[in-house]
């Protein structure tokens, strides 16, 4: 299983920018997938998490600002910010884990894409 993130780059403050992680390979089903983030000097934070069955759960520093969601059939997740702020800036990650065509338990992280928000 590959998982592949796209969509970062560099965005004015007050903007808003998605991000999106794509999942390929031996998927049966995806069963969460989150959206973390580090900034520089920073530990790996988690941002958002959102279940196949679209429960989700928000940071509170982004409560309200970003949405997670999930297209199943595409098996990819999506992560739209707005009114981003320049401490929003970091490398954003996804992890996601499910199972595939084998049955077998799987855990993955993206590349990561870089999101940079100028003040």
């Known amino acids: 299983v590959q998982l592949v993130e796209s969509g970062g780059g560099l965005i004015q403050g007050g903007g808003s920018l998605r991000v999106s992680c794509a999942a390929s390979g031996s998927i049966l089903r995806i069963v969460a997938v989150g959206w973390y983030r580090q900034a520089p000097g920073k530990q790996r934070e988690l941002v958002a998490a959102?279940?196949?069955?679209?429960?989700?759960t928000y940071a509170d520093s982004v409560k309200g600002r970003f949405t997670i969601s999930i297209d199943n059939a595409k098996n990819t997740v999506y992560l739209q910010m707005n009114s981003l702020k320049p401490e929003d800036t970091a490398v954003y990650y996804c992890n996601a884990e499910g199972f595939d065509r084998d049955y077998r338990p799987w855990n993955y992280w993206g590349q990561g894409t870089l999101v940079t928000v100028s003040s």
């Open positions: 959102i279940s196949r069955d679209s429960e989700t």
